[in-house]
């Protein structure tokens, strides 16, 4: 299995964009300002490119809808340096993104705390850089829906210019404020000019291919940030992600297939980053309009992976997850009869993982108590008996599996 880390940054970016639910470019806004900001300071172009990707990935930490509102409401609150700390923590040990680590465990410090610590000096300004641009983006994010931006910048110029020394490095405001004198560095900020920069930051990157490893890795980074969202996602990805492999093996799968469903389980949720906190953790049934919500989130896993050249397959198990037979499943109401095996199987390990986890509301059923609930479903049509003998005929491996 190979892919291009380049795409999977960018999809990254697109995960993490879900969380601010109807406010969708935030980092990648960061990343725009960022890099030209950096351009502005004389910094090596290899270094404003990092600054772009730091950018749109320094929220990584994110996976709350309530930190989201925390973070584009408020300049600054108590519990900012959570999510810093949380995004150092998931890429320290990343090899490919693990100099983003450092300016991510301080974008929300400030600079004259900065100036006490033992940092780099590069690594200080990177991370108050990113601090800067990202708070210009929040007094900023009130006027992106009405277009009015222009008229609030120097009110926004204002309110950064009378923080330096004590929120930011002077060198970082004098840059700031000279380019953001101009219409041109507001306009790159709507959604038309943000992708445009995308695509031309993509175009002229040096490729640098990922593979089984790597892509395993990654895969275990995005699903450590949905399993974060909430108690009740917690380690869900893993243990779907374990039981799909065991499955597949045992019926006959090849190796490379099982590392492809292996990744596609870690990332079969990545779409639940964008429901709300208070409808994922609801306790009781849902009602009609977050039954709605909730059937967003297999597309919006779909619409993240599709990006990614070497995913395709992988893309479709993930969105896939939900199908039944006779496509009364969603979103795409595909009669899971003619779908791949693999994507079948992520669906049976899927649901069985559900029932035997402990929730915050619920003990985990046991294997045989779950093994009674999956029948169930299956004299109801809605899965197939093949791949259910093949989890009651290994219920202990498939237990130790979805706990791991």
Not at 20 to 25: E, K, L, S
Not at 150 to 157: K, N, T, W
Not at 164 to 176: G, I, K, M
Not at 258 to 278: F, N, S, Y
Request: with cysteine; glycine share 6%; net charge negative.
């Amino acid at each position: 299995m190979e892919a291009e880390l380049h795409h999977i940054i960018y999809a990254l970016s697109d995960a993490l964009d879900l969380v601010g639910v109807d406010d969708v470019a935030h980092g990648k806004r960061v990343g725009v300002m960022a890099s030209a900001c950096a351009e502005v300071l004389g910094w090596e172009p290899a270094v404003c490119d990092f600054m772009f990707e730091l950018g749109m990935l320094h929220d990584i930490g994110v996976s709350s809808t309530r930190t989201h509102q925390h973070l584009v409401a408020e300049f600054d609150w108590v519990g900012s340096q959570e999510h810093a700390i949380l995004g150092h923590d998931l890429l320290v040990d990343f090899v490919p993104l693990a100099k983003m680590a450092l300016p991510i465990r301080y974008h929300h410090t400030l600079w004259a705390k900065l100036q006490t610590l033992a940092l780099a000096p590069e690594i200080a300004l990177q991370a108050n850089l990113v601090y800067l641009t990202d708070r210009v983006d929040t007094l900023a994010a009130p006027y992106y829906a009405s277009h009015a931006v222009l008229f609030h910048a120097d009110g926004i110029r204002a309110e950064i210019a009378r923080r330096v020394d004590s929120h930011f490095a002077p060198e970082l405001v004098r840059a700031f404020m000279e380019i953001s004198h101009t219409e041109a560095f507001w306009l790159r900020l709507e959604p038309r000019a943000v992708d445009q920069c995308l695509q031309q930051q993509l175009a002229h990157a040096q490729p640098i291919p990922a593979h089984g490893p790597e892509i395993r890795q990654v895969a275990d980074l995005f699903a450590r940030i949905v399993d974060a969202k909430s108690p009740f996602t917690a380690r869900h990805s893993h243990g779907v992600a374990r039981l799909s492999r065991l499955l597949a093996q045992c019926m006959g799968v090849s190796a490379e297939q099982c590392d492809k469903i292996e990744v596609a389980g870690l990332l079969h949720d990545l779409g639940k980053l964008r429901v709300p906190d208070e409808i994922l953790e609801k306790p009781g049934a849902l009602d009609a309009y977050e039954r709605q919500v909730i059937h967003t989130h297999s597309f919006e896993t779909f619409q993240i992976l599709r990006s990614i050249l070497g995913f395709e397959e992988v893309a479709l198990w993930a969105a896939y997850h939900h199908e039944e037979p006779g496509g009364s499943g969603y979103p795409f109401h595909v009669d899971a009869q003619v779908l791949p095996l693999e994507a079948r199987i992520l669906r049976v390990a899927d649901i069985f993982q559900a029932m035997v986890q402990d929730r915050p509301y619920r003990a985990g059923l046991t294997g045989p108590e779950a093994m009674v609930f999956m029948r169930t479903l299956q004299t109801e049509g809605r899965i197939e008996g093949q791949i259910l003998d093949v989890l009651e005929s290994h219920l202990d491996e498939a237990m130790s599996a979805a706990h791991a």
